[in-house]
């Protein structure tokens, strides 16, 4: 079983819809969630971070975590083409050893 | 957040030879990091590079084979050393944030070996 596990679709939404991102962990010491957003040939770029259980909302993004089930998910509201990208979450101790999913390969159609 | 440039940004090269893969960090940062990127994949950690002391390698990656510098607080570099055809891959710097969790990345080093 990987430590941390990812669909990695791909998804393909219209433009407007609303899009849910998962990803599940088997390792309950993780404290620090993060999702990243990668466009292609870029490096990826951090999007979220949210400490332990909770919500956290930046604008059309939320970050929501529940640590009792091991499940994280990131939420886009009124998607735009411009968010097609791919979406890795992340997760840590420390900050010293982060772990990636496989990352979720998105598509907004116009 | 610190901004990382990272080059070469790709490059073709022979098997058998090396090829040193250069990060600057516009900022002083205690820890950093190289990650591999299969197509499609997820980041695979190499190495953390702390300034100062030997680099730490993760299960799989030797430092013969990805000889690691980390000379100031804001430059760090890898060689992919005795390149094959397996090490083509996307090779990612990045830095741990001094404000808050979390990383940034260069834009990565495309390298193919032929």
């Known amino acids: 079983q990987k430590e941390v596990e990812q669909d990695p679709g791909p998804l393909s939404v219209p433009e407007g819809a609303i899009v849910s991102l998962n990803c599940t962990y088997s390792n309950s010491a993780f404290q620090y969630f993060m999702w990243y957003r990668q466009y292609s040939r870029k490096g990826p770029e951090l999007l979220m971070y949210t400490y332990s259980s909770g919500n956290k909302e930046d604008g059309r993004f939320t970050a929501q975590v529940d640590k009792s089930s091991k499940y994280i998910s990131l939420f886009i509201r009124d998607s735009q083409p411009s968010d097609s990208a791919t979406y890795l979450c992340a997760m840590t101790l420390n900050n010293n050893d982060m772990r990636f999913g496989a990352g979720t390969r998105l598509t907004v159609k116009p | 957040s610190a901004v990382i440039s990272q080059k070469p940004s790709r490059d073709i090269c022979q098997r058998g030879t090396s090829l040193t893969i250069q990060c600057q960090v516009d900022?002083?940062?205690?820890?950093m990091f190289w990650y591999r990127q299969q197509p499609g994949q997820s980041l695979t950690l190499i190495a953390t590079a702390n300034q100062g002391s030997e680099a730490t390698y993760e299960s799989g990656f030797v430092i013969d084979k990805f000889p690691i510098s980390r000379p100031n607080l804001t430059f760090s570099t890898l060689t992919v050393s005795n390149m094959s055809p397996e090490d083509s891959s996307i090779y990612l710097c990045?830095?741990?944030?001094?404000?808050?969790?979390?990383?940034?990345f260069g834009s990565g080093t495309r390298l193919t070996v032929v």
């Open positions: 900022s002083q940062v205690t820890m």
């Open positions: 990045s830095a741990a944030h001094s404000a808050n969790y979390g990383y940034t």
